[in-house]
């Protein structure tokens, strides 16, 4: 097993509010709970644990859901008024620092103490616990079995099988024939579209950037740092030129494209390959024209070229924590707690998290079989278990802000569309990083 340590002045148009439910955080209304949930695609999943919870206990819980790419805004313009969120998500240890005074402690609370002993919560400087995991997910570059045995049976192919593709030479050899011989595989592209439309390239920016960031933790023996030089940069440009080279459009639309536009063109069997997670299985499933069979859905470890890629596994980690809002009423943190105790520690919730939710909870709470029904959370499962291949913690929660991120998105998208050279992406990404990190202090 793995061990994890680590919007817009106003809510944006496309947040989603249960209009149902009663406001929050009144102390003569009695108590009540305000989730800001992070990630659109989960809004109607948790709209509906809402109801079901209210149905149950007879207490208010309202989700509203922040447009892709502005939570941070989100939470900023929601903890100024005069109902916060009693309920939120930091990111990692730089959202911990950044939110540290709105977060209760949590150390005595039930949810708490059942977390698996391999996962670390989030504590402050006093020692108190102040955030949790709530879900392990593990990400890597997504495949078509079925195109790919395809494209292993033509005469020439540089493999006979996917599972002989074991470091980043082996997959440019495989991409760049795949893209060469597209017309005979009936795809538009060896990887969907790269989405690099503003708010659109965390994919990027972020879970991409992780391989060569921790790599560089790593030969600093450090689990931060204020000063990263992006040492392995040319490996990062390694695998994000092969997915522009190699794509269903050519790489100067990447900046227009979204991330629905590229997980469409993948579940329409357009391409043959995309870079995501496990919870993608639910987009992919939900796309209108989908041809992707469970059985035929696999994951490829992101190579890019380091020394040992043969040795990588998976991305597997946590970023995303669980924390509630000390600012409010002691009332509306307990019914908050409370919340947070049922969805993971009873039955019925944890019927939501593994079935609705679809998150493999790190909580002594769910055993062995209580992972989703999907064939991406499967696979992650066992990746955390494969003693043969060293699955990569997700280290981007020590990037040092979200404007941080957006930067660096921008910067691709400029290089994308030939606007910017490479070097100046590195040397702003260098520069960046030591700037923001310093403004955190």
Not at 125 to 131: E, F, S
Not at 154 to 174: H, N, Q, R, Y
Not at 229 to 248: C, H, R, V
Request: include cysteine; proline fraction near 4%; aromatic fraction near 10%.
């Amino acid at each position: 097993m793995v061990s994890f340590k680590r919007v817009v002045a106003t809510i944006a148009a496309s947040a989603l509010v249960a209009g149902s439910l009663a406001a929050c955080s009144s102390a003569e209304d009695g108590p009540s709970v305000y989730f800001l949930n992070f990630k659109p695609e989960q809004d109607a999943i948790y709209q509906k644990i809402a109801a079901a919870y209210t149905e149950e206990t007879g207490v208010p819980v309202k989700v509203v859901t922040a447009a892709s790419g502005t939570y941070e805004q989100t939470l900023k313009a929601e903890v100024g008024k005069r109902n916060q969120p009693t309920l939120f998500q930091v990111n990692g240890i730089v959202g911990l620092k950044k939110w540290s005074k709105f977060t209760a402690d949590l150390t005595d609370a039930t949810f708490t103490k059942e977390l698996n002993d391999s996962i670390d919560p989030l504590t402050g400087d006093d020692g108190k616990i102040r955030a949790v995991p709530f879900a392990v997910e593990g990400y890597g570059i997504l495949y078509n079995e079925e195109i790919f045995d395809k494209y292993c049976a033509m005469e020439g192919a540089k493999v006979s099988s996917p599972e002989e593709i074991k470091d980043f030479a082996t997959l440019k050899k495989v991409s760049e024939d795949m893209q060469a011989n597209k017309k005979e595989l009936g795809i538009d592209g060896a990887f969907a579209s790269t989405s690099l439309a503003s708010g659109e390239a965390w994919r990027w920016q972020t879970h991409l950037a992780n391989i060569p960031i921790h790599y560089e933790l790593q030969d600093l023996g450090a689990d931060d740092s204020d000063n990263l030089q992006f040492t392995y940069n040319k490996e990062y440009k390694n695998l994000f030129d092969l997915y522009l080279n190699n794509s269903t459009v050519e790489k100067t639309l990447a900046p227009s494209k979204s991330v629905s536009d590229s997980m469409a063109e993948f579940a329409q069997g357009k391409a043959a390959m995309v870079q995501n997670g496990n919870w993608a299985w639910g987009q992919i499933s939900e796309v209108s024209g989908n041809v992707i069979k469970e059985d035929k859905l696999k994951f490829l470890p992101m190579y890019t070229g380091m020394p040992e890629d043969s040795k990588q596994g998976l991305a597997v980690g946590t970023e995303n924590y669980l924390a509630v809002n000390q600012k409010a009423s002691e009332e509306d943190q307990k019914a908050t707690i409370d919340f947070v105790n049922w969805l993971y520690t009873t039955d019925k919730g944890k019927e939501y998290v593994v079935n609705e939710l679809g998150f493999i909870a790190p909580f002594k709470t769910f055993s062995k079989d209580d992972i989703p029904d999907d064939p991406l959370a499967k696979q992650i499962a066992d990746a955390m278990d494969n003693p043969d291949l060293e699955s990569v913690p997700w280290d981007f929660q020590t990037f040092p802000s979200q404007q941080f991120k957006n930067d660096f998105g921008q910067d691709l998208a400029q290089y994308a569309s030939g606007k910017t050279g490479w070097d100046e992406v590195v040397r702003n990404f260098v520069d960046n990083w030591a700037a923001e990190k310093a403004a955190l202090k």
